[in-house]
């Protein structure tokens, strides 16, 4: 059962655009859900408006059985009586306070008898590691250590739905993956709906369990992380999520037509669709290199490609590589054995395509028949 | 997809009722635009409207019925044989006064911050405060110092310190457009000092450096390099004068009396005096267009320079010229300036104050009857200030307007930043953010003469105010609007709505949030917020000085109305006390704040 309803939401700040524009979420309980978007997509409206703390224009937003939001019906719970937690970016540490009396606010508010809430004070910091500040100011706290008392503030009073907005980017990279560990413990001890707002993808893909796109105040797509990976429903999606980003050619592309219209026609003829192709997209990781193209596998797409710069970082290696009259980007997880300059041929397997209809809509009909095809005639190994 | 929510009846006017009841911020903020709108935007809606209706009396000057739309007043203000009396020569005056302390702070205030920011002058750090003090005392303390020394016989009472000895002291020189402009220079020039001294060190010397490595000598990069970037802060000091200086009343009025100097500020005060309503309403209107044409400009100005001015302010190392030889003779200049603006005014002042006979230096000369006697020869005034029942009056109506006021300026500020940034990116937001900022446009008198003319008479539920502590409070507290609500919203801008926020999720309602959580971290902010307006309504002469009646005498007023009946020394006295108490006040804001004498600006 849906935890958390967002049911037509439209957001318009005076005299501005939609901010959100007819929004549609369910949010299953216990899920780590993320809302992911480049900056200005009504990511944070949205959690604002989750909170309270922002009004909705229209719509109704309920948390289980209750509303929380109804413009049509005029229902307004405020953001004191909602029980959520909803930790800031910039944390938003009360300054006056010590960590203890921070973490403390909440459950002074709910009239809880001081024992508990030396107990569960106690027990929250020392959950979070901090349990040693809680007697300094918020000024005398790293980053990271505000970020936890943060963290903390809002779940001692243990909301129903922990909401995150931007958590881990004031953080350093160091910082950024420890805490990213630590939430993905705490939800999975605490078990309570979290809603996260980033716009960096690889906090998405590492953390969520459900990822909602967004752009222009427009949920793009809905999915777990592979999905919005392996299945980005339209071209937003393919070239947002990724990194490097999707190799991306549109049939009307002046910046390279023939790669273009090669892998078009490919598409077209492997998928055999009857409508017509706007756009073709391969993952970084999904290209393959040969000396040859007769060391192509049979019935993939290949065309001929020379090196322009290997760029090792340690792990993998980037190839920056000109395909016909394209520029594409190649990641190996391989050694290349290849140099600038190098005349090679790029392949890659027609069930790697991302195929878009004109309106950059992906084009299932694709799929489909590839997975349909690739059953006939079994996996090319 | 799922179905459209159903829809109830009158559904979003709930809504919004249901949002507002929980979240008063919109509600206070609609609260305080109108309360700005009737007391910012009538008056001068008012005073306007004063400038085109025939007033009760005048029907027989104009034939036309009282309340009738006239264009009599700009007639007699513009093309009538007394125009030249009432506007044009006072016009002229302004901008001879005006031009004269402009250029007169520029050169005295330019040098010093020169000598101080860039130079190795001995005692810098001292003189970086002590050549602001003459700021902080009223300004008019100079106009007084200046008579006591150069009054000569052709003002009754006693002589100045000049003609006691025995010298004859010409009318230009006692009197007119010569003293003002030196008197009002010796009190604005720490305005240039400051914000000229602020760009100066926060200029960034690697542009300087970047001039020299290619080859520039000093005076070229003088010339092309420093000057054009202080260009901005220089322009803004000078408008900023220019706009002070359309609005002060106190000495050109002390000043030019005996001669019948007038300026904009003193003849709109006589016409109101006079009585003579409509043209005062258009001189009024004169002094604000003036006003708001000079910030206008100011405003333009400062944003062509934008573009560059925010370049640097990193790298600002310390570099500064060896004055060498030059050394000791800059000293002594320095010296100068603060003697003359510090040491003299206020010795003179006191000495006034101690001596029957001012300028003569005999045992048997010195008194302090002025001060504690209660056999002065004079009928009104027959006690000296400290035993005297009107110092102590003034003084408690002092404190009570200008405290009321001041705590009123700190929470109204708070409040408007607290609305504007909590609605921030509404309409309500910059329009609150505007109306809070108009009254900066417009010189005090005007203000004050707006102010007389809305709140003279009752007006539907609102009763005449006129005479009553409460105007007195109302038009400082609207006076000091611009700085509060900008040192409001600046100090809620840098805290932000977040932590509030916070609080409110974590289930704080409204008050609760307020005392607990806003209010606590803005102390420091809403301290400096009570603070500052406090010490420039000590001082503050321009705005009151037409609403003071003999019921709220005010400290400055009654020092003007000493001078008025001649009564210098007493006078002195009690300026002296003011200026101490203005000088005690800011010591203990910087010791409780930290606040530096620079955001002292205002007032």
Request: hydrophobic letters at 45%; charged letters at 15%; one cysteine or more.
């Amino acid at each position: 059962m849906p935890h958390i309803t967002l049911t037509a939401i439209d957001k318009i700040y005076d005299g501005e655009q939609k901010a959100v524009d007819n929004l549609f979420l369910a949010i299953p309980d216990g899920a780590f859900m993320c809302l992911l978007g480049p900056s200005g997509c009504g990511k944070t409206t949205t959690l604002r408006m989750i909170a309270g703390l922002e009004q909705p224009t229209a719509g109704e937003i309920r948390v289980a059985d209750r509303t929380l939001d109804s413009v049509e019906q005029g229902v307004f719970v405020p953001p004191e009586k909602r029980q959520m937690g909803l930790v800031f970016q910039s944390y938003a540490l009360w300054p006056h306070l010590t960590v203890q009396k921070n973490v403390d606010f909440g459950l002074r508010i709910k009239k809880i008898p001081s024992r508990e809430r030396a107990e569960r004070t106690e027990e929250v910091l020392s959950l979070l590691r901090i349990d040693k500040l809680k007697d300094r100011f918020p000024a005398q706290l790293s980053g990271g250590q505000q970020q936890r008392v943060a963290l903390a503030r809002m779940l001692a009073v243990n909301p129903s739905v922990l909401l995150l907005d931007e958590p881990l980017s004031n953080l350093d990279a160091r910082l950024r993956l420890e805490m990213r560990a630590e939430l993905k413990r705490i939800h999975d001890r605490w078990r309570t709906t979290i809603v996260f707002v980033t716009h960096d993808q690889l906090e998405a893909m590492t953390l969520a369990t459900l990822v909602a796109v967004m752009n222009d105040g427009v949920l793009q797509q809905l999915g777990s992380p592979m999905e919005i990976y392996d299945r980005p429903a339209n071209r937003f999606v393919a070239e947002f999520v990724g990194n490097p980003p999707m190799n991306y050619v549109a049939r009307d592309d002046t910046s390279g037509p023939k790669v273009a219209s090669s892998l078009v026609g490919y598409a077209a003829s492997v998928g055999e669709l009857a409508d017509p192709v706007g756009a073709v997209g391969v993952r970084p990781e999904a290209l393959r290199l040969s000396s040859a193209p007769t060391a192509v596998p049979p019935g993939a797409w290949h065309a001929p490609a020379r090196v322009e710069a290997v760029l090792p970082t340690g792990a993998s290696w980037t190839v920056q590589l000109r395909v016909l009259d394209g520029t594409f980007y190649l990641v190996s997880a391989d050694p290349i054995e290849h140099g600038a300059d190098d005349e090679v041929t790029c392949w890659t397997r027609a069930s790697d395509l991302h195929v878009f209809d004109e309106s950059d809509t992906r084009m299932t009909a694709y799929d489909d028949a590839v997975t349909a095809s690739s059953i006939q005639v079994g996996s090319d190994a | 997809m799922p179905p459209e929510p159903p829809r109830g009846r009158f559904g979003r006017t709930k809504y919004h009722l249901a949002v507002a009841r929980h979240e008063p911020t919109k509600l206070i903020g609609v609260l305080l635009a109108i309360v700005f709108l009737y007391l910012i935007v009538a008056p001068i809606l008012s005073v306007a409207s004063d400038a085109f209706r025939v007033h009760f009396g005048d029907h027989v000057h104009t034939g036309q019925e009282p309340g009738a739309w006239t264009g009599y007043y700009l007639w007699r203000v513009f093309r009538s044989d007394v125009s030249s009396i009432l506007f044009w020569q006072p016009f002229l005056n302004t901008i001879v006064i005006a031009v004269g302390t402009t250029l007169f702070a520029l050169v005295v205030g330019g040098a010093m911050a020169w000598l101080i920011a860039r130079t190795d002058l001995p005692g810098r750090k001292w003189f970086s405060t002590a050549l602001v003090v003459s700021y902080m005392m009223p300004s008019w303390t100079f106009a007084l110092a200046w008579l006591t020394i150069f009054k000569n016989r052709r003002m009754g009472g006693r002589q100045g310190f000049l003609e006691a000895m025995g010298v004859q002291v010409p009318d230009w020189l006692a009197y007119g457009a010569f003293p003002t402009i030196v008197a009002l220079g010796l009190h604005y020039y720490p305005f240039v000092l400051l914000l000229f001294g602020n760009a100066l060190r926060r200029m960034d010397s690697q542009l300087e450096d970047s001039a020299r490595v290619l080859g520039a000598r000093r005076r070229t990069i003088a010339q092309r390099i420093v000057l054009p970037l202080m260009l901005p802060s220089l322009t803004s000091a000078v408008l900023l004068i220019f706009a002070k200086i359309l609005g002060t009343f106190g000495t050109p009025y002390i000043l030019g009396l005996p001669v019948d100097f007038q300026v904009m500020s003193t003849s709109l005060f006589q016409s109101i005096r006079n009585r003579q309503n409509g043209v005062a309403a258009v001189i009024a209107l004169v002094v604000i267009v003036v006003g708001i044409l000079v910030i206008l400009v100011d405003s333009k100005i400062l944003k062509e320079y934008r573009r560059f001015v925010t370049v640097g302010s990193k790298g600002s190392m310390d570099r500064r010229t060896k004055l060498r030889r030059w050394r000791m003779p800059a000293l002594g200049l320095a010296m100068t300036v603060f003697t003359a603006s510090v040491i003299i005014p206020i010795g003179v002042l006191f000495l006034s104050t101690i001596q029957r006979i001012p300028g003569r230096f005999e045992l048997s000369n010195f008194t302090l009857r002025y001060w504690i006697g209660t056999d002065l020869d004079s009928v009104a005034f027959p006690r000296g200030v400290l035993v005297s029942g009107e110092l102590y009056s003034a003084m408690w109506n002092s404190f009570r307007v200008v405290g009321l006021a001041a705590v009123c300026c700190g929470v109204l500020g708070l409040l408007v930043g607290y609305v504007v940034v909590r609605t921030s990116g509404t309409r309500l937001s910059s329009m609150l953010r505007q109306i809070s900022f108009l009254p900066y446009l417009v010189p005090g008198i005007a203000f004050a003469a707006a102010y007389l003319s809305l709140f003279a008479v009752q007006r539907g539920p609102v009763p005449a105010l006129y005479g009553t502590f409460t105007i007195l409070v109302i038009v400082m507290v609207i006076g000091n609007l611009p700085y509060s609500s900008r040192a409001g919203i600046s100090a809620m801008m840098q805290l932000g709505r977040e932590p509030e926020e916070a609080a409110q999720v974590s289930g704080a309602g409204w008050w609760r949030r307020m005392t607990r959580i806003v209010t606590p971290i803005q102390k420091g902010a809403l301290v400096t917020g009570i603070i500052l307006p406090f010490i420039s309504g000590l001082k503050e002469l321009s705005t009151v000085i037409m609403l003071a009646t003999s019921n709220t005498e005010l400290l400055t007023t009654l020092s003007v109305n000493l001078v008025d009946f001649g009564y210098l020394q007493l006078a002195n006295a009690v300026v002296l006390i003011i200026a101490a108490m203005a000088f005690v006040a800011t010591y203990l804001a910087q010791r409780l704040t930290g606040s530096s004498l620079a955001s002292g600006l205002q007032g």
